[in-house]
């Protein structure tokens, strides 16, 4: 193709119009299909006709051609132009011939200027270039690409050879660093990711410059840059160095076409380019992926892998002396057979790794044994173990202690993120999770992300570890997640359903269940990891469009969450995939609306009883309501007994009672010894509420809190709030918060009589409940109104307390439904030892903690089952019975509440 | 010209996005701020340890229109982030001396 483009004839003033006209022909060349080397070589080979045509013009008549020479220098050194780039020029020349060097220049570079090139140029001696190559990195770099354009071959050969023996020789090592560092400096500006959504296609990571620095360090160290050259002495696969020159190439054709089309030096790959760039390359959008984001794969496709080769070769070559690969191979240690362990590196000896590959649950030791001990694995492993993985079947993956391993990662703690994504980098991340195989470099097409679904996910998981470092709500949440394998794994696959049509949350469902299956999970394990995936977008969108101060949405919320450990794993996870979403993007206005947001579900799910309250201060303020209360009732009371009374007072509701409330409870329990039951009334004005407080004992009435709502039930009261309190010796204290919609200006005193004594007699058995609901019902009580139902939800939670199982009810409020739950839990021969009942708006959202007779918690998964069923069964045949017509909105959450959650 | 600024709760701002886009307000400008007004903040506590909300999350939108069109804008703002609870928000208005379209050099209620 180059050959057709017209050559000018030598002489003639090359004009504006000229260069234009090559420039053009090249330019229409690469438009039809020339390949990225052709142009570069192209615009190369123009160039240089300039320059030689311009210096010849020079010498045509007064210079000797002695003792001067022009010299291509960077890119241009390497005949790699682009259409706009600058162009580096050398006048290299002997001490005598200064004048003449600093004239030709001038004249030269005036023409260059008048054309329109943007040109940085020098004008040296030989001595000059050997000083400041010493001193000055950035020069030597561009000295070590000179190439020879027109005048002295031999000056040029002179300055060659000795620049190669006292320059680009010495201090490799110091060089690479500081080229190294150069680079990282330019990450921080350009983006320190290869997926940055709008990159530079030459400074951003991954991009040319990567593999540029590969080829200044093989030039530094091989004295090389030819990629088969350092194939053949082994520094590169045969694999590494095709992958670079279909990077180049790639990379080359696309700056070309930018360059062509701004009419300058535009190295951004914008969005705009993207779409135009796609659409001129013949990509087809497709129904789930956009031509645009296939595109934008290949493109990170490449510069994946050229960053990683890149970094893998720059390390190899500054670590390569012998003597430093003595200290690093001298104080290893052995681990397991296989491992060897040292200062800073992890590696298995090359001649056991046949033996050491052939199990896939080795691969995956090699990577904990690396995260555990902070060691990164060996560069040369790594470069291999893209091929050991492929080697592998899917089996080899499936062994219980595979899938040990890479829970173990995912639990960490520590490095969790970093072990994730050097697994991803070896191709071992999909063998768990088949689906991030495909996700790979892809992007996400709007101006929000800022990352590649894959970098997007592994990013979630280390925002998780680091916020949970944070001395915040958040922080502490995260570190009282128990299962934080779980937590990471939702994270790093939350996304993985983007790309196609369907809703990515719906894949991303059936991407978890297959996973859990994978990995051996159990049922409940399973069911937290595709809640998590499932709903992952829930907690955002409530906290951020719906307004969590109505007790509606926080219901709403509480009932589609249903325990306090899944509220603790989205709270996280909502925060780190947020954060993930780029820098400066998680901010403390969306943290606290999280939090809050948090915190107040929280409290509907965890209810009255503080599940597990470790805390010491609030532990020393029990110690001390307690010694306050035995030294004010002390002279009252026996000590004896009030002492034990006390002790058997959780922590929690001491701390949080106000110690005249608890005096009053232990002088009414006092008494008990001349009744079996007392009520107490209490009607608070301002709020317009009654409490009734029951004191009995356990041991003589079975049932108690179910009988005391169905007769409150049956009077016409609607609880509100209910607390129970189980005492030593089975003592009992049950208070009941109640509204009288008969008695709106509070209760008279013979309403009171009327309900504290039916209390007693139900209790004492005289009475049953059922006559008394009987007795209740009234005329023309008709409960329409609400057209719609929510759907009644049971969880029975085993996680959440260490010593009481928490059944969380969520159903539609209805007179007499808390007896019906309470009954149920009754006869399914549970005891209740504290609840919180709740009733808002129209719902009920009841938290029992509850244990079995001998007192301990539910753990048989067939009991939970049946639990939850009876329970869930006996709500909606009480609510189908007053209530028929009531359609229920069924809402996707089924696999919620299908079944008990057990631990 | 006025210029409008109103901070509002921050579930409300679809609402009135969508509100001021169908009055014919084609361009604002959103940020999330953080403060408080007679509010003060709030506290909140998870598992025996307070947590202080000093500054309330808002959203604030400014949105600058031709003087005719801003009792509009500002009843329909009312209109649509009125909650009536506490922590509505507030309305700033202010005349405004200048607007210029930086890619045309427009001016005035042109640039708008």
């Known amino acids: 193709m180059l050959e057709v483009l017209l050559k000018r004839a030598p002489g003639v003033p090359w004009t504006r119009d000229a260069l234009e006209g090559r420039r053009q022909a090249i330019a229409a060349a690469h438009a039809r299909g020339s390949s990225g080397v052709e142009t570069v070589t192209a615009l190369t080979a123009l160039a240089d006709d300039i320059l030689r045509d311009l210096y010849a013009l020079e010498y045509a008549g007064t210079f000797s051609p002695a003792g001067v020479v022009l010299v291509a220098l960077g890119g241009y050194g390497r005949r790699e132009l682009a259409p706009y780039s600058d162009i580096d020029l050398m006048f290299l020349y002997e001490p005598l011939h200064e004048r003449e060097a600093r004239a030709v220049s001038a004249a030269i570079l005036h023409v260059l200027w008048d054309l329109g090139f943007q040109v940085g140029h020098s004008v040296r001696t030989i001595a000059d270039c050997r000083s400041m190559g010493r001193t000055d990195f950035t020069i030597r770099t561009a000295l070590m690409e000179a190439r020879c354009l027109a005048g002295d071959q031999a000056l040029f050969d002179e300055f060659t050879r000795t620049y190669r023996e006292q320059v680009s020789g010495k201090r490799v090592q110091d060089y690479v660093a500081h080229k190294l560092g150069e680079r990282q400096q330019e990450y921080g500006k350009y983006g320190s990711t290869n997926f940055l959504l709008e990159p530079n296609i030459k400074k951003s990571r991954g991009g040319l410059r990567d593999l540029h620095l590969l080829k200044w360090t093989a030039l530094a160290r091989y004295e090389t840059s030819s990629f088969e050259d350092l194939s053949a002495v082994g520094l590169l696969s045969a694999g590494d160095v095709a992958a670079l020159w279909d990077a180049q190439e790639f990379f080359w054709r696309v700056r070309n076409e930018l360059h062509f089309f701004a009419l300058r030096a535009q190295d951004i790959v914008t969005f705009d380019e993207q779409i135009r760039v796609a659409g001129l390359w013949g990509f087809k959008d497709l129904p789930h992926l956009l031509a645009v984001e296939q595109f934008m794969q290949q493109y990170y496709r490449h510069s994946t892998r050229v960053c990683d080769i890149t970094s893998r070769f720059v390390s190899q070559a500054m670590y390569r002396s012998v003597w430093q690969r003595l200290v690093a191979w001298l104080p290893a240690r052995r681990v397991e057979r296989y491992f060897e362990l040292t200062k800073d590196e992890i590696a298995v000896p090359p001649d056991f790794r046949d033996e050491a590959f052939s199990e896939g649950s080795r691969i995956l030791r090699l990577f904990q044994l690396s995260q555990s001990y902070g060691l990164v694995i060996a560069d040369d492993l790594v470069q291999e173990l893209p091929e050991r993985v492929a080697a592998l079947p899917d089996k080899a993956f499936r062994d219980e202690s595979s899938r040990r391993s890479f829970l173990a990662i995912l639990a960490g703690p520590g490095r969790v993120s970093d072990t994730l994504a050097a697994m991803h980098q070896v191709s071992l991340l999909e063998r768990f999770i088949p689906a991030f195989g495909t996700v790979r470099g892809l992007m996400q097409f709007n101006a929000y992300h800022k990352y590649t679904v894959d970098q997007h996910n592994l990013l979630a998981v280390s925002q998780a570890e680091e916020l949970g470092g944070a001395n915040s709500l958040l922080g502490r949440v995260y570190r009282e997640n128990k299962r934080k394998d779980l937590l990471h794994l939702a994270l790093l696959i939350h996304d993985i359903g983007k790309g196609q049509e369907e809703d990515h949350s719906v894949i991303g469902e059936r991407i978890a269940a297959d996973v859990a299956e994978r990995l051996g999970l159990d049922d409940h394990e399973t069911q937290l990891l595709v809640f998590l995936v499932r709903y992952h977008l829930l907690m955002s969108n409530t906290a951020f469009r719906r307004d969590s101060s109505d007790e509606k949405v926080v219901l709403r919320f509480a009932r589609q969450v249903g325990t306090p450990e899944a509220l603790k794993m989205l709270f996280v996870l909502t925060a780190a995939d947020v954060a993930a979403v780029g820098p400066g993007v998680f901010t403390r206005w969306k943290e606290t609306l999280l939090g809050e947001l948090f915190i107040k579900t929280h409290k509907e799910l965890a209810g009255g009883e503080e599940a597990e309250t470790t805390y010491e201060g609030l532990l020393d303020q029990a110690q001390e309501v307690r010694q306050a209360v035995l030294e004010r009732l002390g002279h009252r009371l026996p000590q004896e007994w009030l002492r034990k009374q006390l002790e058997a007072w959780p922590d929690q509701y001491l701390s949080a009672m106000p110690v005249e409330r608890i005096m009053t409870h232990l002088e009414w329990l006092a008494k008990l010894a001349d009744a079996s039951v007392l009520v107490d009334a209490q009607h608070d004005p301002a709020l317009g509420t009654t409490d009734y407080t029951v004191y009995t004992q356990e041991r003589i009435i079975p049932g108690i809190f179910s009988k005391i709502s169905g007769v409150l039930a049956a009077k016409g009261l609607q609880i509100l709030d209910a607390q129970i309190l189980t005492l030593a010796d089975g003592m009992v204290v049950d208070v009941f918060r109640v509204q009288d919609p008969d008695c709106p200006d509070g209760p008279p005193p013979h309403r009171i009589r009327d309900v504290s004594e039916s209390i007693v007699v139900v209790l004492e058995g005289q009475r049953s409940v059922e006559a008394l609901l009987q007795e209740a019902n009234r005329f023309g009580q008709s409960r329409q109104g609400v057209p719609l139902r929510e759907p009644t939800v049971v969880q029975v939670d085993n996680d959440s307390s260490a010593r009481y199982t928490i059944i969380d009810v969520f159903a539609d409020d209805r007179q007499g439904l808390l007896y019906v739950i309470t009954r149920a839990i009754f006869d399914l021969g549970l005891s209740v030892h504290a609840a919180r009942i709740a009733t808002r708006l129209d719902q009920v959202v009841d938290v029992f903690y509850v244990t079995d007779q001998a007192g301990g918690k539910i753990d048989d998964p067939g009991r939970c089952t049946l639990i939850n069923e009876t329970i869930t069964a006996r709500i909606e045949e009480y609510l189908g019975q007053t209530q028929t017509t009531r359609p229920v909105v069924h809402r996707a959450t089924v696999q919620r509440k299908s079944s008990g959650i057990q631990s | ?112």
């Open chain 2, 1 to 112: 010209m006025k210029k409008i600024e109103a901070i509002i709760k921050p579930f409300k701002l679809e609402e009135v996005k969508d509100a001021l886009t169908e009055l014919g307000v084609y361009g604002m400008t959103v940020s999330e701020v953080r403060g408080f007004g007679r509010q003060k903040g709030h506290k909140e506590a998870y598992r025996g340890t307070e947590y202080t909300i000093e500054f309330v999350p808002k959203t604030k939108i400014e949105v600058v229109v031709v003087d005719k069109l801003a009792d509009k804008v500002i009843e329909t703002i009312i209109r649509t982030a009125k909650t009536g609870s506490i922590g509505d928000g507030k309305i700033f208005v202010s005349n405004l001396d200048e607007a210029v379209r930086i890619r045309t050099g427009e001016t005035g209620d042109r640039a708008l």
